[in-house]
């Protein structure tokens, strides 16, 4: 089980390489967790309401999310930073 978002979870989809997993959540953010530990990762914020989707790119590098803001959002998904809306 993995714990740590306070709202509702609408999207979770498996890094490329299968070792990390990414959340999406009414509580406008996106999370990213340890696949084998549980253990959180990153917490990517920057939507002003809930977040529907969230994808990797093929290499692992970025993850988009969209959100009912009407906005997507491109994150590097290591160090978490807004790379574009």
Known sequence: TLKGHSGGVNSVVWSPEG???????????????NSFTGDQILT????????????????????????NDTTVKIWNAVTGELIST
């Open 19 to 33: 070792t990390k997993i990414a959340s999406a959540s009414d509580d406008k953010t996106v999370k990213i967790w």
């Open 44 to 67: 990517l914020e920057g939507h002003s309401w809930n977040v529907t989707s969230v994808v990797w790119s093929p290499d692992g590098t970025k993850l988009a999310s969209a959100s």
